[in-house]
């Protein structure tokens, strides 16, 4: 099985309650002076605005629990968590200059700037994607990326220094993205920030490509997936789990076995031949190819012990609260849509192989994990998503106030 891990932090925190609106007012300052042209925003919607001259704010916002995010360059980033419920009077902030590490930054991206280009392919890769979608998704403002790479420990990070600018032809969105965090260690990327998106404007024909974009972006993907558990209806909306467990291949050499088989050869002054066959090794020659070539072998094998549970299976409730809870792990596939070519080009050892339905690991990092009714886990890091929805990266992004039945 090809592994492609990733964990997507995007501080995901949205609950709609009631359909009912309400006037969210407020007030930013700095220095104890009004500051204008702060964004204000509802993280990962596309609810947003901007204070005006007077550092006031208004957002017409539904009534739940929600992540306010306060923006603007050269000032720290301010995170809020209110409920509309205990909401009865305006807000107000105070912002923070940024530590002055913007020089610091630059300097080490001046000094490292032949391997910019290389880093930056690297980082649309692992963050936009590689799908037929991330092939529309561009970031506007990319010379405010700087990276570092540690060579001793193989990690490659990214910082920006304001906040990008990302826009999504496929989708109809430009996104701006205050990045946090991104890193890619032991084929592992993690990223986190916060992100407000505001639809494009554009011809009838260009609204009704997006609309049937965003409906295929939406479909088979972890949030409709998470709703569909939510509704009981994973297998009416074309979802199919099933359960599996993952143990390492007894066949596969140890990494005693490896070291001591690659010393052995390094010894030898013997001409060394993979591809011959060797049914019974009649040295320790052959005894070491034979290891080396169980080297190619899968570390872990996928055992699938039970097939297409119901979402009542792995979903429960108690204290007022939903959550996720299962043993092992689940492998996820939706019916309705196949693998993308770019996909299966990826994956494909030899030659490309014909497309099959998608299909998705969900592996827990925690024994179980709330999930709120838009669709998201309270804490991204509850678990790692494998296979397909690792393959659909931000491209595919879509904001948490995104309604499918509207593109019907």
């Known amino acids: 099985m090809t592994k492609s891990l990733i964990i997507l932090l995007l501080f995901n925190f949205f609950i709609f309650k009631l359909s009912a609106k309400i006037n969210l007012e407020g007030k930013i300052y700095f220095e104890n002076e009004p500051k204008s042209n702060v964004a ?45 419920s205990t909401y009865t009077k305006p807000l107000e902030f105070s912002l923070l200059e940024e530590e002055s590490l913007l020089d610091e930054v630059v300097i ?83 990223y986190l920030g916060y992100s407000y998106f505001k639809e494009s404007k554009g011809s009838k024909n260009k609204q009704n490509k997006w609309r049937k974009n965003r409906l295929k972006a939406y479909n088979g993907s972890q949030v409709h997936f998470f709703k569909s558990v939510l509704k009981n209806s994973s297998k009416e909306e074309g979802f199919v789990i099933n359960q599996f467990v993952r143990k390492k291949n007894k066949d596969r050499p140890s990494q005693e076995e490896l070291l001591k088989a690659r010393k052995t050869l390094s010894k030898s002054n013997v001409s060394l031949n993979f591809s011959r066959k060797i049914d019974i090794p009649k040295n320790s020659i052959d005894s070491a190819l034979v290891v080396l070539k169980k080297a190619k072998l899968p570390k872990y094998i996928d055992y699938l ?104």
């Open 108 to 190: 080490n991206g001046k000094e490292n700037n032949e391997e910019w280009e290389y880093n930056f392919s690297v980082f649309i890769r692992e963050f936009i994607g590689t799908s037929e979608f991330s092939k529309s998704c561009t970031i506007q403002n990319p010379k405010v990326l700087f990276f570092e790479f540690d060579s001793q420990n193989n990690i490659l990070t990214a910082e920006a220094i304001e906040t990008l600018h990302i826009k999504n032809k496929a989708l109809g969105y430009d996104i701006f993205y205050d990045l946090k965090h991104f890193s890619i260690e032991k084929k592992i990327t993690k």
């Open 40 to 84: 204000v925003y509802l993280n990962n919607t596309t609810t947003g605005t901007i204070t005006n001259k007077n550092g006031e704010f208004n957002l017409e916002v539904n009534n739940g629990v929600y992540e306010l995010i306060i923006s603007h360059i050269g000032f720290q980033t301010i995170k809020y968590n209110f409920d509309t």
């Open 305 to 408: 012990y039970k097939s297409e549970i119901a979402s009542s299976e792995i979903i429960h409730e108690k204290n007022n609260e939903t959550y996720l809870q299962f043993d092992n792990n689940l492998r996820i596939t939706y019916l309705r849509e196949k693998e993308e070519k770019g996909y299966i080009l990826r994956n494909s050892l030899s030659k490309p192989r014909k497309a099959f339905p998608q299909a998705s690991n969900i592996i827990p990092l925690a024994e179980k994990f709330i999930i709120y009714p838009s669709g998201i886990l309270a804490n991204p890091l509850d678990v790692l998503y494998e296979e397909y929805w690792s393959y659909e990266k931000f491209a595919h992004s879509l904001p948490l106030d995104y309604e499918p039945n509207n593109e019907n």
